[in-house]
């Protein structure tokens, strides 16, 4: 029901937008969440699982994917030192440096590995990602966020898909719209001026997925509204 319900909102707010509902991919959050519950979600048609933690994910996956008739696409949406062949897609890459580590996990010969540069537009200092605060208005910001964006687009070894970024938290959704309008500015921009297609912007969780998906998003990153709240976290994590 849940996921009925989500596509449900994916697609009017996609209609809103005059886009079509296959331009956004759904990437169900499933971290915390054990194995069976993924199992179920994979049975109900869910296609995209996002996790944040390599040793977490590692233990869950190879139970999921033996489970499934075709195994589903698994990204990783969090801050790690990761193994490629776990992963098809990684949407967290904050630093070149982290970049050429992840370029040298994939092994010679095998298809590069997509990746999106993970962008902080609102400024929070909570928030990982490229600084990227104003970068309409800041060359020296400008400048370094397009040498590193220059610098990835030349590792053969990845694919750089497009930006990831996370909005503040807001109890109104519609407050998110200007960070998802600005990182879908700067991607448009980068385009231009790198002649790279770049085509995806990763943006929206639960709170917001409707509003980045008016400004853009073509993956929205959903957990709660899918798998229910997640048990609150203890100390130290
Ligand atoms: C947990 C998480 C999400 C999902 O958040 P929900 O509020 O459960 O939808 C999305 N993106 C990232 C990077 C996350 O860590």
């Known amino acids: 029901e849940r996921i009925a319900q989500v596509q449900a909102h994916i697609a009017a707010a996609c209609a809103r937008a005059g886009r ?5 991919t759904l990437v169900a959050v499933s971290k915390t969440q054990p194995p069976e519950v993924l199992r179920a979600a994979l049975a109900a048609g869910l296609r995209h699982f ?8 590692a233990a869950k996956m190879p139970l999921v994917n033996a489970a499934a008739a075709v195994p589903p696409v ?3 949406i969090g801050k790690a030192k990761l193994i490629p062949p776990l992963f098809q897609v990684v949407h967290s890459v904050d630093t070149l440096k982290l970049a050429q580590r992840l370029a040298e996990q994939v092994p010679a010969g095998a298809a590069p590995l997509p990746v999106l540069l993970e962008i902080n537009i609102s400024g929070e200092d909570s928030k990982a990602g490229l600084p990227a605060t104003g970068w309409q208005q800041d060359a020296a910001l400008r400048a370094a966020l397009w040498d590193t964006v220059r610098a990835v687009l030349a590792l053969p070894a990845l694919e750089l898909r497009g930006l990831m970024t996370m909005a503040p938290f807001y109890d ?3 407050q998110t719209r200007p960070v998802f309008a600005a990182l879908a500015q700067l991607a448009a921009a980068l385009r231009h001026d790198t002649g790279a297609p770049l085509p995806d912007l990763s943006m929206g969780m ?4 409707t509003v980045a998906i008016e400004e853009g998003a073509t993956i929205v990153r959903v957990g709660r509204a899918l798998f229910g709240e997640r048990p609150a976290p203890g100390p130290g994590g």
């Open 50 to 57: 996002g996790e944040n933690r390599v040793e977490e994910a």
């Open 172 to 174: 109104e959704p519609e």
């Open 20 to 24: 079509h509902p296959d331009a956004v």
């Open 206 to 209: 639960t709170n917001d997925y």
């Open 74 to 76: 698994w990204h990783m």
